[in-house]
T-cell receptor
């Protein structure tokens, strides 16, 4: 079953703008992760946030986690055309555990 | 580091034949490997979890006799689609957790596109 639900399902922005993507989930988690997938390729891990963390940064990425609302957001600042991809949130319950993926968000960054 | 390869990247086969897909962790030992299936413009659906030296754990609704998984070593897992049919056409992706690294993160292979005619 799909644990994570991202919104919006599709997002189109101009290069240089910020992109915000949201993810909601239903059950208790140990961590939440964001992945990127370019068309027809495998997934690339972007960032992981644990259930006891509220915010993490990595380069142009900022992720927040609100466990009371069971939601997370991924912010990509100063977007580039190369950021065009599908983005998935995934929830995990611990080490070596399976991940449950959301449906994904398609981000298009116009040059 | 943390590179996972898959072979083949694309395969076309006739209905009724079997297809084997290999997933290898190139620079780390993978305690656990995962097999996913992805239809166009959809999310990843976990098929099974495999641990080295033990039987795979299949998700509900996945036929274990149709999708044979072998995890013979800490760097190799194989998925065999037996008696493939056109409805098995899909994008198959594997991922792996490592022994000595962030064990919550999965490292993904590039995927294998299967087309069954």
């Amino acid at each position: 079953s799909q644990q994570g639900e991202e919104d919006p399902q599709a997002l189109s922005i101009q290069e240089g703008e910020n992109a915000t993507m949201n993810c909601s989930y239903k059950t208790s988690i140990n961590n939440l992760q964001w992945y990127r997938q370019n068309s027809g390729r495998g997934l690339v891990h972007l960032i992981l946030i644990r259930s006891n963390e509220r915010e993490k940064h990595s380069g142009r990425l900022r992720v927040t986690l609100d466990t009371s609302k069971k939601s997370s957001s991924l912010l990509i600042t100063a977007s580039r055309a190369a950021d065009t991809a599908s983005y998935f949130c995934a929830t995990g319950t611990g080490a070596n555990s399976k991940l449950t993926f959301g449906k994904g968000i398609t981000l298009s960054v116009r040059p | 580091g943390a590179v996972v390869s898959q072979h083949p990247s694309r395969v076309i086969c006739k209905s009724g034949t079997s297809v084997k897909i290999e997933c290898r962790s190139l620079d780390f030992q993978a305690t656990t490997m995962f097999w996913y299936r992805q239809f166009p413009k959809q999310s990843l659906m976990l098929m099974a979890t495999s641990n080295e030296g033990s039987k795979a754990t299949y998700e509900q609704g996945v036929e274990k006799d149709k999708f044979l998984i072998n995890h013979a070593s800490l760097t190799l897992s194989t998925l065999t689609v037996t008696s493939a049919h056109p409805e098995d056409s899909s994008f198959y992706i594997c991922s792996a957790n490592g022994l000595a690294m962030y064990q919550e993160t999965q490292y993904f292979g590039p995927g294998t596109r299967l087309l069954v005619l």
